[in-house]
């Protein structure tokens, strides 16, 4: 276990392996029925699944990630994350205080997990969005400031709103189990040879390609921005677009543009659901041809569906 965030008011919970092996069943059961509604769900993002547990009063939230067959990748990855974790608060991002651990499986799996506390509602960055839209908001302030100032072209962040806690006028990120990270020439670190080893070789191409995409759309501050509005367009909050677009533009180098906004939140719409799809084919593959569960539940981006 390797605990990040340390120095966060929120604070990594404790939990025990025999504990996280009950979410890691009620998870399974989860992909097997492909229905959620034993759990209690915080979020249900494009790759992880966040579970409060336990069901009925939860104290922690557990996020699970893609299952390897093979332990050493699995810490590769699990190194990645707290690696990147360490990139982020170097560059002087706040985190919610995180153990990012590996649950090793009795059929041999090793299931990559970050174990967090529950942010209270009232301390998510995303209530924020529930007042009255104002110009310089100092959460969209300090929102631009970390996107400028934290990544260095190597490493990026997702800066949605709804990744952020709000608290003590400071933003602490609490989703960063997706390392976005780059070569020297600006493309995607994509670690396509772990966890996407499970899929048919006729996805892969095409699956990497949209990923690495959407990934180097992050790079640029303003990109990164841009994708923050969209966001808000994604969870019904497009009052606040224009307001926050103001404040990021008196202090972009390069402004945004209103209508990338919509055309990318346009392209959105049009895209995910065909990855989805993709990811549908693949599971059908895995159940009917591989004979064997498949570990990830599909979702849809927009209203959070279980597919
Ligand atoms: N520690 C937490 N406390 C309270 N709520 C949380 C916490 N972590 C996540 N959530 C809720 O769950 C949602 C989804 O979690 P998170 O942003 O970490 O992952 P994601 O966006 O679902 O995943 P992915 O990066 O795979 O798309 C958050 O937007 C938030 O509403
Ligand atoms: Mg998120």
Not at 127 to 145: I, K, Q, R, S
């Amino acid at each position: 276990m390797t605990i990040v965030g340390a120095s966060s008011p929120f604070e990594a919970p404790s939990v025990d392996d025999d504990e996280l092996r009950e979410v890691e069943q009620a998870i399974q059961r989860a992909q097997r029925d492909r229905s959620v509604d034993h759990l209690h769900v915080l979020g249900l993002g494009e790759i992880s699944v966040a579970v409060g547990w336990p069901t009925e009063t939860p104290r922690f939230v557990a996020k699970r990630l893609l299952p390897l067959a093979d332990v050493g990748d699995a810490r590769r990855d699990a190194d990645a994350i707290v690696s990147f974790a360490s990139a982020i608060e170097g560059g002087g991002g706040n985190l919610v205080g995180t153990d990012v651990r590996l649950l090793h499986r009795d059929d041999g799996a090793h299931v990559p997990y970050l174990l967090q506390p529950i942010v209270p509602r009232s301390a998510l960055a995303e209530t924020l969005l529930d007042d009255d839209p104002v110009d310089e908001h100092p959460a969209f302030v300090a929102l631009h400031d970390l996107v400028t100032t934290v990544g260095d072209g190597r490493f990026a962040i997702d800066p949605q709103i709804p990744n952020f806690a709000w608290h003590d006028d400071m933003l602490w990120l609490f989703d960063f189990s997706t390392p976005m990270t780059y070569d020297e020439h600006g493309r995607f670190n994509a670690n396509f040879d772990s966890g996407y080893s499970l899929l048919p070789t006729v996805l892969k191409p095409v699956l990497k390609r949209e990923v690495a995409k959407i990934f180097e759309y992050y790079r640029s501050p303003t990109q990164a921005l841009t994708q923050t509005l969209v966001f808000l367009r994604r969870i019904d909050a497009d009052r606040w677009v224009d307001p926050a677009l103001l404040t990021f533009n008196r202090r972009l180098e390069q402004p945004i543009v209103r209508d990338d906004v919509d055309a990318l939140y346009e392209r959105q719409v049009r895209e995910f659901p065909r990855i989805k799809n993709l990811a549908r084919l693949e599971r059908a593959w895995q159940e009917k041809v591989r004979r064997r569960p498949y570990e990830y539940v599909i979702t849809d981006s927009f209203s959070g569906r279980v597919l």
